[in-house]
Each structure stands twice: as structure tokens, then as C-alpha cells.
């Protein structure tokens, strides 16, 4: 997170609004320890974490190069949720 927080940081002074940041996890390993506990740790930091998280699966991994369909998948969930949270911004 902290790389990203410096870019937000740097360019916050630019905008004529504060900017609304959402994190997405993905890579996300279903009944996984790790990924409970970063949930928790991110969310105690007062980070704004979609509900929808990017699993990891083969299907993604392979894709180098090929297109992948996001219908249906949690891309797609994750891109209604983000419009959500910034129509909700507004």
C-alpha cells in the first residue's frame, strides 16, 4: 500500500476534490488465513476494502496475452462496485 499512498499523497494537492480510495484484493485464496488477515488489517487501518475480492485461480494465471472475458466474473463484480462506490462519492 505504501507506494500507492505516495502517489495519492503527491497528487492530492492537485485536485479540487479529496480523492475516494478503494483497495481490491486479488490473488485472494478462498478460506485462506492470509487473506482474512489482511482483510482485518487493512480494514483497522481505516482503508475502504471492496466487498468483491479477485481470487486466484488458472483461468487468469494462463491468460498472458489471450483475452479474457469479464462477464460473469468477479472483474465484473468489481468494476459495478467500483461505480457504485463513486457514484456514492459524488
Known amino acids: 500500500m505504501a507506494p ?3 502517489v495519492i499523497a503527491d497528487i492530492e494537492p492537485l ?9 481490491l484484493l ?3 485464496v478462498a478460506n ?6 489482511a482483510v482485518d488489517a487493512l480494514t483497522a487501518q481505516g482503508y475502504h476494502l471492496l466487498k468483491t475480492q479477485i481470487p486466484r485461480l488458472e ?11 469479464a462477464a460473469g466474473t468477479a472483474y465484473a463484480d468489481a468494476a459495478a462496485e467500483l461505480l457504485e462506490v463513486s457514484e456514492a462519492a459524488r
Open 4 to 6: 500507492v499512498l505516495v
Open 15 to 23: 485536485r479540487a476534490e479529496p480523492l475516494t480510495v478503494c483497495v
Open 26 to 28: 486479488n490473488r485472494t
Open 32 to 37: 485462506a488465513a492470509s487473506t482474512g488477515q
Open 59 to 69: 483461468l487468469y494465471a494462463q491468460s498472458h496475452g489471450a483475452p479474457v472475458t
